[in-house]
Nanobody, 125 residues
């Protein structure tokens, strides 16, 4: 089972920045799609930024121009750079990766669709 480990959340004032990271805890063969989602108290989970399997990127309208998603293919790590944070960005952020289990050495061993445990981002005045 693939597990994802997130880091980089915390407390920040409006206008501040944070950078989230998400990587598999063990080896995988390849991650084909990656994304960040968030859920604020009392609200449904929403997608924030996605890297699709073909490489295209989409952002939620509310974060366009402020957030940037990127990936390190060698480490199968996905990042979310968040700038000019606003109080309405306060939420639990979770990453998702989909791809192939296994390892580069042993080859692919089937599909996976994994989520991180969630990390708190709080923007306060």
């Amino acid at each position: 089972q693939v597990r994802l480990v997130e880091s980089g959340g915390g407390l920040v004032q409006p206008g501040g920045s944070l950078r989230l990271s998400c990587a598999p805890s063990g080896s995988i063969f390849a991650a084909t799609a990656m994304g960040w989602y968030r859920q604020a108290p009392g609200k449904q989970r929403e997608s924030v930024a996605l890297i699709h399997s073909g490489g295209s990127i989409t952002y939620a309208d509310s974060v366009k121009g402020r957030f940037t998603i990127s990936r390190d293919n060698a480490k199968n790590t996905v990042f979310l750079q968040m700038n000019n944070l606003k109080p309405e960005d306060t939420a639990v952020y979770s990453c998702n990766q989909r791809g192939l289990r296994g390892s580069v050495r042993d080859g692919p061993r089937g599909d996976f669709d994994a989520w991180g445990q969630g990390i708190q981002v709080t923007v306060f005045s």
